[in-house]
């Protein structure tokens, strides 16, 4: 009977965390100057739309400290008011969670497959459809959360036990928390 260090070693090679790590890099570069751009050129119908223009209802500055006026006239130079902030996180989340489904559906983001990788099955096959979907709900999930406005906390903190899971792939098994979850590991895209 073969155990789990034997079959470890007939498969590829997993990634590690270091491309994986530049990978989500990658992703989150992109999805930031997507979400920055339609925040740009969206936002202020989208303020507008949803009656959220007038910058009272998000004020987070006081007049009683030196250092929030500071913060405030900052974000007034750069045209940015906290109602933009909202909106710009909002369609961060959005975008992240839209963007997130080239994982389910190619079996790596555009990140991955720049850095070269995609996603497997634990045994070292092609992932399947439904190993994708649970490991894409696991580690995604969050995103849908925090665009609903009482689990955005819960999102919050799953997005951060996630985050911290993904350290667990600089051990032996290179595989993150959610990959250990659902039985999923990243390789090389040639080995798969």
């Not at 491309?19 to 119908?45: E, H, K, P, S, W």
């Not at 634990?122 to 995604?140: H, I, M, N, Q």
């Not at 667990?168 to 990959?179: I, S, Y």
């Amino acid at each position: 009977m073969n155990t789990f260090s034997d079959n470890y070693y007939d498969q590829p090679e997993r990634v590690g965390f270091g491309r994986r790590f530049a990978a989500m890099l990658l992703d989150n570069f992109i999805v930031a100057i997507i979400a920055v751009t339609l925040a740009f050129t969206v936002g202020t119908t989208i303020l507008r739309v949803l009656h959220l223009d007038d910058d009272t209802e998000f004020s987070i500055f006081s007049d009683t400290d030196s250092s929030d006026d500071e913060a405030e006239e900052m974000l007034q130079a750069l045209n940015i008011n906290t109602g933009m902030i909202f909106v710009l996180a909002t369609l961060n989340n959005l975008v992240m969670l839209l963007y997130s489904l080239s994982e389910l559906f190619t079996n790596a983001s555009p990140g991955k497959r720049l850095m070269g990788i995609v996603i497997g099955s634990d045994e070292g096959t092609p992932a399947s459809r439904v190993l994708l979907l649970r490991r894409w709900a696991l580690k995604y999930g969050m995103y849908a959360l925090a665009l609903i406005p009482f689990t955005s906390t819960v999102g919050s903190i799953l997005s951060f036990l996630i985050t911290c899971g993904c350290l667990l792939a600089l051990g032996a098994q290179r595989q993150a928390l959610h990959d250990m979850a659902v039985h999923s590991a990243v390789y090389f895209r040639g080995d798969v």
